[in-house]
């Protein structure tokens, strides 16, 4: 299983960024994807999640700014962040989620630094 991501950077504050996070090794379309982060010192936290058939959830921090969406034929699913704040200033990881063997398996992508700067 192989989830790579793409995207990040440095972005001034109000600024927008998009990550991808392509999968492989897994059955996509039945893969629930996330997004999470971690800033130095903070445990790492949920930024939004998606399930196979397209249902959202978002962290209250960043409702209205992002959007997480798939697009289960590329086997792809990315994070659209706009209005960005200093506070979104974190190492971003994309998670995807897969029922096997009666059993949940996580896998991790490699983390990509998104870093907002005023």
């Known amino acids: 299983v192989q989830l790579v991501q793409s995207g990040g950077g440095l972005v001034q504050t109000g600024g927008s960024l998009r990550l991808s996070c392509a999968a492989s090794?897994?059955?996509?379309?039945?893969?629930?994807m996330g997004w999470y982060r971690q800033a130095p010192g903070k445990q790492r936290e949920l930024v939004a999640d998606i399930t196979g058939g397209g249902l959202t959830n978002y962290s209250d921090s960043v409702k209205g700014r992002f959007t997480i969406s798939r697009d289960n034929a590329k086997s792809t699913v990315w994070l659209q962040m706009n209005n960005l704040k200093s506070e979104d200033t974190a190492v971003y990881y994309c998670?995807?989620?897969?029922?096997?063997?009666?059993?949940?398996?996580?896998?991790w992508g490699q983390g990509t630094q998104v870093t907002v700067s005023s």
């Open positions: 998670k995807a989620k897969q029922w096997r063997f009666a059993t949940w398996y996580e896998y």
């Open positions: 090794g897994i059955v996509f379309s039945v893969a629930a």
